[in-house]
């Protein structure tokens, strides 16, 4: 194939393991996983990462590298009838034992739970090694039997060294870009529309570099906001516009204007987004953005969640759109997603502090003599002396998490909660 029609970022693939860009905590220098492929002997693994950071670079290496026989699937148009069919090669071929075939699936997470299962018997058997894409968590979307048999990869999203150290090599190295003699004056617009996306900038280098003024070799951010604004991308489920849409429907929610959150939630229905992705979102924002100051709020995303996998499409965008406006409407408190995060950066900041004796189990009669569990009051038979039992390390004692915010529901913990001790957290 001509060059000129290959796209940028297919012509700037990496090969080997050598030339891939990130990810060094997973195949930088003595890494397990560049050992193990390396050796030829790899794991049935799930590649689960944002989009444009290399799963499917990562699966072509692994198929360069190791002397198998090499099957690629995309769940997107293949079914339970392409499985077999790829299993049966192997078996016709004989390929058991360490010379197993490998099956690269790309979106795993769009299989069925069927389409899955029929993928049990030859993984369990080691007749094929399974490599599995997706930018969804696997824990969700790969059943836990096939998850079980599966290493997780988690890839992170490029780094701004990654991504400038990219441009640069696909102005240096590219063959058709090479002899433009191009100069990226600023890099600061490319990267920003990019999402971290690195198959998303080389497409968006391209179509700026076909867009410069005959004899123009110089590109600046003002030239290349000025070309994407005139070309701007549909909703794309794998490019940064996602991104923005799903943020603007989470910071609509978050500022509780349903209207805004129903029409962002139709461009994402409009645009082909998987229902469950909607409804996970609703299930974590129900949580992190509304929590105590209407508990009723996780449960709602919850049976949510439950009924659109129950009810399917179209019908399931009804459920949708009626929690949306439910969790926009709700009273907002973000008191238990802020307690989380200030105890994860406490425990950092002060490692393992000892559990004080009098909470410690005693199991056994080294540990009474010990004074485990000494000291220790029942709570239920003490309901009004709770204030006078600790339960944090003596080093943090004095430290506050949850503070209950100014709504009907959490001035009601605050006020019950000083009730029980004696303002001794400030509430």
Request: net charge neutral; charged share 25%.
């Amino acid at each position: 194939m001509n060059a000129n029609h290959t796209p940028l970022a297919e012509r700037l693939r990496p090969k080997t393991l050598d030339d891939y860009i990130g990810q060094k905590h997973l195949i930088g220098e003595g890494k397990p996983l560049r050992n193990a492929i390396l050796s030829g002997s790899i794991p049935s693994m799930i590649l689960w990462g944002p989009p444009g950071v290399g799963k499917t670079t990562l699966a072509q290496i692994i198929a360069n590298t190791l002397d198998r026989p090499f099957y690629t699937l995309s769940a997107i148009n293949s079914g339970v009838k392409d499985i077999r069919e790829v299993i049966e090669k192997v078996k016709s071929g004989g390929m058991f034992g360490p010379g197993n075939a490998v099956l690269f699936i790309d979106e795993i997470h769009r299989f069925s739970k069927s389409q899955q299962d029929s993928l049990l018997g030859a993984v369990e058997k080691g007749l094929i090694t399974l490599i599995g894409a997706t930018t969804e968590n696997p824990s969700f979307e790969v059943i836990s039997a096939l998850l079980s048999r599966s290493q997780v990869y988690v890839l992170e999203s490029h780094s701004k060294d990654d991504l400038v150290g990219l441009l640069e090599r696909a102005l240096k190295e590219d063959p058709v870009l090479k002899t433009k003699n191009i100069s990226l004056k600023e890099y600061e617009s490319l990267l920003k529309l990019s999402g971290g996306d690195a198959r998303k900038m080389l497409n968006n280098l391209e179509i700026i570099v076909q867009a410069l003024p005959k004899g123009e070799t110089v590109i600046t951010n003002a030239f290349v906001d000025e070309v994407i604004a005139k070309s701007p991308a549909n909703y794309d489920k794998d490019g940064e516009q996602h991104y923005d849409i799903v943020s603007a429907f989470i910071k609509s929610i978050r500022g509780s204007d349903p209207n805004a959150a129903v029409y962002w939630m139709a461009r994402m229905i409009e645009g082909g987004e998987d229902p469950k992705f909607i409804a996970r979102r609703l299930l974590i924002l129900a949580s992190e953005d509304i929590g105590n100051a209407n508990p009723t709020a996780l449960i709602m995303a919850n049976t949510c969640f439950d009924a659109v996998a129950k009810i399917g499409w179209p019908e399931s965008r009804i459920i949708l759109s009626q929690t949306a406006v439910y969790l926009a409407s709700s009273p907002k408190s973000n008191a238990s997603y802020v307690a989380i995060g200030e105890a994860q950066a406490l425990v950092r900041q002060t490692g393992n502090l000892n559990v004080p004796l009098h909470l410690r189990n005693a199991p056994t009669k080294l540990m009474k003599e010990l004074g485990y569990g000494d000291d220790y009051a029942y709570s239920h038979n003490n309901p009004d002396k709770l204030h006078e039992q600790e339960f944090l390390p003596e080093e943090i004692k004095e430290n506050c998490f949850y503070r209950p915010l100014n709504n009907k529901r959490e001035l009601e913990l605050r006020k019950y909660l000083n009730s029980v001790w004696k303002g001794k957290y400030g509430y």
